[in-house]
């Protein structure tokens, strides 16, 4: 008789360390929306939270312009807190300039009310939309890890672009990767970046990409770092510079994408596509 209290304490504490599935992400889904690339595996959105919240470092890549992504990791973050307390969030929308801001907002916030006018507090570039970024940004200023900076000043990306530096690293300065990221910006630049100002561009990027390795490992872990797409790609970005800086220390890719883009296996870990959005010609200004 006295087996029976201790089969249902077992039961009790199994229950205590079982998974909560998380809130329906707030953007439609469709089948097949998620996929592990490794394996072309169909995940729903709670195994993909379960296996993230796994990944010691994580790297989300956003389409900028995205509404959809930018709902997406703000569930992702409030999802993978009900897994694991988080240990910091990097966003390459925060230059090292800003971070003394950053803190005072979190410490005189206390978790509790943040100031009315937060654009000014934060010195926040105008560059990054805040109607976008300001719902993840007001919610990790109010939690109890670090909101650390991981891109360049601008007197930095000046610098650099007068005087090109020396860039270590055998994977990240492979002829395929530098190939494809300048053929990358000279078409973000519409075709209309003079070729002779390529290297200093392909430097400006790349030094960008080392900063948010250097800036991902030293930062506590489960670190988080939200960035642009092609700055997360395995293939091309920030993991390449992670493994030339310290083999030892993994990392995870969750690419956020368009339904209708295809993201090759070798870009990330997982995909997550999203329906797409109106299509917006930046370059149509641009051209006579």
């Known amino acids: 008789m006295r087996t029976l209290p201790l089969v249902l304490s077992a039961l009790l504490l199994a229950a205590c360390h079982v998974s909560r599935e998380p809130a329906p992400p707030p953007v ?114 109010k939690q109890p890890y670090p909101l650390l900076a991981a891109n360049l000043d601008r007197q930095e990306i000046r610098r650099i672009y007068t005087q090109v530096p020396v860039l270590g690293g055998r994977q990240s300065n492979a002829s395929s990767v530098t190939q494809a990221l300048s053929a990358q910006i000279r078409e973000s630049h519409c075709g209309l970046l003079p070729e002779a100002q390529v290297p200093a561009m392909l430097a400006v990027q790349q030094q960008r990409d080392r900063r948010m390795a250097e800036r991902l490992l030293a930062a506590p872990v489960p670190a988080m770092l939200l960035a642009g797409a092609f700055h997360g790609r395995r293939d091309l970005g920030v993991p390449l510079h992670m493994a030339d800086l310290d083999l030892r220390r993994p990392v995870v890719v969750l690419l956020l994408a368009e339904h209708g883009s295809s993201v090759p296996a070798a870009a990330a870990d997982y995909v997550w596509y999203t329906p797409p959005q109106p299509a917006k010609d930046y370059c149509a200004q641009l051209k006579p």
């Open 28 to 141: 439609v889904q469709d089948p097949g929306s998620i996929l592990d690339l490794r394996t072309g595996q169909a995940l729903s959105p709670g195994e993909l939270v379960e296996r993230l919240a796994r990944a010691p470092r994580l790297i989300v890549g956003e389409q900028h312009d995205n509404a959809d992504h930018h709902v997406l990791q703000l569930w992702l973050l409030r999802s993978l807190a009900q897994e694991r307390p988080q240990g910091s969030l990097l966003l390459e929308m925060l230059n090292p300039d800003q971070q003394p801001g950053v803190d005072k907002v979190k410490r005189e916030a206390a978790g509790q009310r943040l100031p009315d006018d937060l654009i000014k507090a934060l010195a926040w570039q105008p560059g990054w939309d805040w109607g976008l970024y300001g719902p993840v940004v007001s919610y990790a200023l």
